[in-house]
């Protein structure tokens, strides 16, 4: 059997992945800690359902707290 170890990667390490071809510009992912993540891609019912809680929670705070989507 072979082990595998995990890469871990530095900011460095990760801004010139993109411009050494190793992710292209519209891959989904992120720097965490040392991991790239892969981001899910938000289907329409998602964004939809979030864009309404947002709305509803904003009524709800009523100026008591800024809400943002992300």
Known sequence: MTAVTA???SI???HPLGEQGFLAPDDRVELIGP???IKAV???LQ???NSL????LIILLARRARVRLQ
Not at 53 to 56: D, G, N, R, S
């Open 7 to 9: 890469k871990i990667f």
């Open 12 to 14: 460095a390490e990760y």
């Open 35 to 37: 991991e790239i993540i």
């Open 42 to 44: 938000k289907s329409t």
């Open 47 to 49: 964004s939809v359902s």
């Open 53 to 56: 809680f947002v709305e509803k």
